[in-house]
T-cell receptor
Framework: QKEVEQNSGPLSVPEGAIASLNCTYS??????FFWYRQYSGKSPELIMFIYSNGDKEDGRFTAQLNKASQYVSLLIRDSQPSDSATYLCAVTDTNAGKSTFGDGTTLTVKP | DGGITQSPKYLFRKEGQNVTLSCEQNLNHDAMYWYRQDPGQGLRLIYYSQIVNDFQKGDIAEGYSVSREKKESFPLTVTSAQKNPTAFYLC???????????????FGEGSRLTVL
């Protein structure tokens, strides 16, 4: 079993719809959770981070964390074609100082 | 502007050669990381360093070596022992983990290595 698993995709949604990206992790000691967006051939860039159980909203993005279920998700509302990218979930052990990434989910938003 | 500079952007290597990828940061970050990314996959940790003159193996360290002689620099050498080195290599850094900072990783633009 991988340490961080994401829904495999690819995921395709129409413009204006809600895109839902999911991630589960195996290390219960993980403290910090990140979503990065990566365009093809580019390096990842931070979209959201979350530390506490519950929801965290930033513009069209909402991250949700449930530590008991070891589950973190990212919702993108009013999806735009520019949101088409691969989304990477990263789980961080702050004591060890390192992050583990999932394989990513590729999202396509169709105009 | 502060950031991370990786070079070269593209590199071709013949089998049996060692190559070194450069990573320099001027963000004053303590921790630096090397990740490898293969097509359709996420990032896998090769080596990381949380302080000068110290580094740890990540999940796929075999065939790679690093040094951390200066805070700003964390070069990665891909040795001939690495069986399948063709990949996209990403260097990242992060500030010391204290309350109030996000703990996010800052990435360079990457180096794409191809073995001929």
């Amino acid at each position: 079993q991988k340490e961080v698993e994401q829904n495999s995709g690819p995921l395709s949604v129409p413009e204006g719809a809600i895109a839902s990206l999911n991630c589960t992790y195996s290390d219960r000691g993980s403290q910090s959770f990140f979503w990065y967006r990566q365009y093809s051939g580019k390096s990842p860039e931070l979209i959201m981070f979350i530390y506490s159980n519950g929801d965290k909203e930033d513009g069209r993005f909402t991250a949700q964390l449930n530590k008991a279920s070891q589950y973190v998700s990212l919702l993108i509302r009013d999806s735009q074609p520019s949101d088409s990218a691969t989304y990477l979930c990263a789980v961080t052990d702050t004591n060890a100082g390192k992050s583990t990434f999932g394989d990513g989910t590729t999202l396509t938003v169709k105009p | 502007d502060g950031g991370i500079t990786q070079s070269p952007k593209y590199l071709f290597r013949k089998e049996g050669q060692n190559v070194t990828l450069s990573c320099e940061q001027n963000l004053n970050h303590d921790a630096m990381y090397w990740y490898r990314q293969d097509p359709g996959q996420g990032l896998r940790l090769i080596y990381y360093s949380q302080i000068v003159n110290d580094f740890q193996k990540g999940d796929i360290a075999e065939g790679y070596s690093v040094s951390r002689e200066k805070k700003e620099s964390f070069p990665l050498t891909v040795t001939s022992a690495q069986k399948n080195p063709t990949a996209f290599y990403l260097c990242a850094s992060r500030t010391t983990w204290v309350r109030g900072n996000t703990g996010e990783l800052f990435f360079g633009e990457g180096s794409r290595l191809t073995v001929l």
